[in-house]
């Protein structure tokens, strides 16, 4: 089972490469609309990448009210 | 006509198979004008049919298949019509898509949605009147409806009810929530799950396979198999026609359509 700081960290280097932002650029704790520069669509998106790559399902329900990276990856880190 | 260039569509017969691609910005939101070119579409269908075996629905748009319902329009309606007058008004447009629809759903030719991103609402119904479904892994599908104080108008739930059942259906339309193309195809939903980008030439394979089979067998077997669930969808119209006139619908249509917050889409 992978740790809270091992997803976290999967996330922050996934959300990067999608939507070509630098790594280095993104902060746990950063709203993650705002460091991307993302709308809805694009949230959901990053929602499929992330089942794609955690295997796991995410209702997007769960997401509202999240908008760092570090509440993201807990949400991920509950299902997996 | 072997082909047609429309403003929300086009289509062209080539090799004995309908390419029917959307292509309204920003994300197909199906229109009046969507309406009268899908029925431009539908009314020569049946003289195309003899040339062809297969139809394919695919979006050309980056941004997805068909996000639905153009809801902007459906709010304007609401406040040309007034709230007495919108359930006739709309009463008369979802006959006119449940014509389509139904010519779609039972096309002799054998019919297949190639999607990918965003195929929600009124986009997910028409997919939904294909035999087959190919989904890249970026797709996801969702009846947002509920949310907008709405059923699905389109024949989307007496079409996902007979092909998957009930439990389906009440998952999806009573969360209101969005699943993906795995979870789609773990539940028979969707029949390939491709990679990025790669479900129109998955679509274009498939159709090329189905060239080998005769036509008359084809559809005698997609007759046998699939019927249209004509009471159900009698049943959707009148009560999208009772809950469209109620103040919670339009107040939940000038929300999204005034919203600026980032989550729109989410459920």
Same mark, same amino acid.
């Given at each position: 089972m992978e740790t809270a700081e091992k997803t976290l960290d999967e996330i922050l280097t996934l959300a990067a490469a999608h939507f070509k932002v #630098?790594? $280095?650029? %993104?902060? #746990?704790? $950063?709203d993650f609309f705002k460091a991307l520069g993302i709308d809805s669509l694009q949230t959901l998106d990053l929602l499929t990448k992330l089942e794609n790559h955690f295997r796991v399902e995410l #209702?997007?329900? $769960? %997401?509202?009210g999240v908008t760092d990276f570090r509440a993201l990856a807990a949400k991920i880190q509950a299902r997996l | 006509m072997k082909q047609f260039e429309g403003q929300t569509l086009s289509w062209e017969l080539k090799d004995g198979v309908i390419e029917l691609a959307l292509h309204r910005e #920003?994300?197909? $939101?199906?229109s009046s004008l969507t309406l009268e070119e899908l029925e431009k579409f539908v009314a020569v269908l049946g003289g195309l049919s003899h040339e062809a075996h297969a139809l394919i629905l695919y979006s050309? %748009?980056?941004?997805?298949f068909c996000a639905g319902a153009d809801l902007r329009e459906l709010y304007q309606w609401i406040q040309e019509y007034g709230q007495s007058e919108v359930a006739k008004h709309a009463r008369e447009y979802l006959e006119r898509i449940h014509a389509v629809m139904n010519v779609l759903d039972m096309s002799p030719l054998t019919t297949i949605a190639a999607v990918h991103g965003v195929t929600f609402g009124g986009g997910f119904e028409l997919a939904l009147t294909c035999d087959l479904i190919i989904a890249d892994k970026m797709a996801r599908f969702c009846f947002p409806e509920l949310r907008l104080g709405l059923i699905p108008g389109y024949g989307g739930i007496p079409r996902l009810k007979r092909d998957l059942g009930n439990a389906v259906v009440r998952d999806l339309l009573l969360t209101g929530r969005s699943f993906n193309s795995t979870k789609a195809q773990q539940i028979g939903l969707v029949s390939q799950v491709v990679s990025e980008g790669e479900a129109l030439r998955a679509a274009r394979a498939t159709a090329m396979q189905m060239a080998k089979f005769d036509r008359t067998t084809a559809a005698a077997a997609k007759q046998f198999i699939k019927q249209l669930p004509l009471e159900e969808l009698k049943r959707e119209i009148d009560i999208f026609c009772d809950l469209i006139s109620r103040p919670a619908v339009q107040a939940g249509l000038k929300k999204f359509v005034e919203s600026t917050d980032a989550q729109p889409y989410l459920p």
């Open positions: #630098p790594r $280095e650029k %993104l902060f #746990p704790d $950063e #209702p997007d329900y $769960e %997401l509202q | #920003p994300l197909n $939101e199906i050309s %748009l980056k941004s997805g």
